[in-house]
């Protein structure tokens, strides 16, 4: 007795289940539901961070002004303009599904971030600037070089030109920054500090063309990608993937 209720009550939640779930349901009684997360472009703060941190700090690299205590002044607009906008950035580009700026913004983000914790300790005397200084943060221009050439090629791969621009110059300063550092060679450091600040402009014209484009639904500023549409103005620059079932709107990537 108790199993033929079992089994009656059974029955009855799955045609329970199937009468909720609609036209739309699965043949074994159960509904999917569906939930999407419609975001912004996270690479328009990213990039707007890190054009803003890598300005002012490759102007000073690039030897256009400041003196030996600029760099301590530069610290915390870099950490937080560049370092945790971008980081914030690279972890919403994550929920994208944007690999290439997860891994720029992320890792970029994180640079600034110990950017910033270097000079506070040059500042408050932990930590003294000379020639070994000079060739550890050049080691870390080595890494940031390596893994940013990666990402150039990521974003090739995408066909996005514009973000490939802004990641070429980026990893050619970033080379030379470190062959400059390490070897002691002021002239390459600079030519390193130039090739930052032209990245910088790019990531400034990359952000304000993705901004314009999202806030007017509309090509203002051709984005150089791939698609024909994303680089005439007045075309839409993006399809979105609308559901009748679920919230439109949403777009894989940016």
Known sequence: M???VSRL???MEERRATAMAGPD???NGWATRVVLQPIAAPSVLGLFGFAGATMIVASNLAGWWGNADS????APFAGFFGGLAQLLAGMWAYKARDAVATAMHGMWGAFWLAYMTLFILVATGQITVDRTFDQALGFWFIALAAITWSGM???LAEASLGIVAVLGTLAAGSTLAAIGLVGDVSGITKSGGWLFVISAGCAWYMATAMMVAAASGRTVLPLFKGSAAANVPGRKPT???ELDWAEPGVKQGQ
């Open 2 to 4: 108790q199993l033929e």
């Open 71 to 74: 760099p301590i002044i530069l």
């Open 153 to 155: 090629f990521g974003a």
């Open 239 to 241: 399809r979105a993937i």
């Open 9 to 11: 009550m059974s029955t």
């Open 25 to 27: 349901s699965g043949t």
